[in-house]
């Protein structure tokens, strides 16, 4: 089993930044995937972005290309999103995942998931 647990949401205005993270607890696969996903109310689990943790490989969703990047840290387990240049549309709840083996943007592919995070952006 791996546990997921986001931290860093909240409320910032619009152009500003905030930084997620997730740290990992339980097993560990070599072949992981770690990715990032956020869905607001009325709207469908979305793609944000992605980081193979065996050679660091990222991979972003086009709403977010540009202004988020993904970074992992292998001596503590965690995977972290920084959001720049927030939007007001970026609003949404933010979930941290994880795949055994393999890389997807399909959020029903990803077995781990964490309780997700809060994140606000005022206009």
């Known amino acids: 089993q791996v546990q997921l647990v986001e931290s860093g949401g909240g409320l910032v205005q619009a152009g500003g930044s905030l930084r997620l993270s997730c740290a990992a607890s339980g097993r560990t696969f070599s072949r992981r995937t770690m990715g990032w996903f956020r869905q607001a109310p009325g709207k469908e689990r979305e793609f944000v972005g992605a980081i193979r943790w065996s050679d660091g490989s990222t991979y972003y969703g086009d709403s977010v290309k540009g202004r988020f990047s993904i970074s992992r840290d292998n001596a503590k387990n965690t995977v972290s999103l920084q959001m720049n240049s927030l939007k007001p549309e970026d609003t949404a709840v933010y979930y941290c995942?994880?795949?055994?083996?393999?890389?997807?943007?399909?959020?029903?592919?990803?077995?781990?998931w964490g309780q997700g995070t809060q994140v606000t952006v005022s206009s």
């Open positions: 995942a994880a795949r055994t083996v393999g890389v997807t943007t399909q959020p029903e592919l990803f077995e781990y």
